[in-house]
């Protein structure tokens, strides 16, 4: 039982001088940098550009579905890479083949839909 826990302790000593190194960096970064607030410094800054108006702006909803197409299509590739290297083990070759072509043809119809909709045109 002793060796059970014998190999948490080491685990517990390295989470502890993780954090003592991160808990140092942050504190010698309070020491050791300049604090000199001032008016200018301390307004709110926003790609380089003075904040001018009201804090609220409309976007156009397509770009939000652009993300969401994009990270469909992303975490699709995660799943292509696996596939890829399974199909040449023997004995799933064909399976392997077979499911893949239904999960591309998944792929097809959701991109199929988001042209129809006309998801995808930029303006």
């Not at 994009?70 to 799933?92: E, H, K, M, N, Q």
């Not at 392997?96 to 999960?103: C, G, I, K, S």
């Amino acid at each position: 039982m002793t060796d059970y826990f014998e190999t948490y302790v080491v685990v517990v000593a390295l989470i502890i001088i993780g954090g003592g190194i991160v808990a140092g960096g942050l504190a010698a970064n309070r020491l050791l940098r300049p604090d000199r607030p001032t008016a200018e410094k301390l307004t709110t800054y926003e790609c380089g550009v003075d904040p001018v108006g009201q804090g609220w702006a409309q976007s156009y909803v397509r770009y939000y579905v652009f993300a969401f197409l994009y990270v469909v299509f992303a975490v699709d590739a995660v799943f292509l890479f696996p596939w890829a290297t399974i199909f040449a083990a023997p004995g799933y070759g064909m399976t392997t083949l077979a499911e893949m072509f239904v999960f591309l043809g998944f792929l097809a119809t959701g991109l199929l839909y988001a042209g129809k909709k006309g998801v995808l045109s930029w303006v």
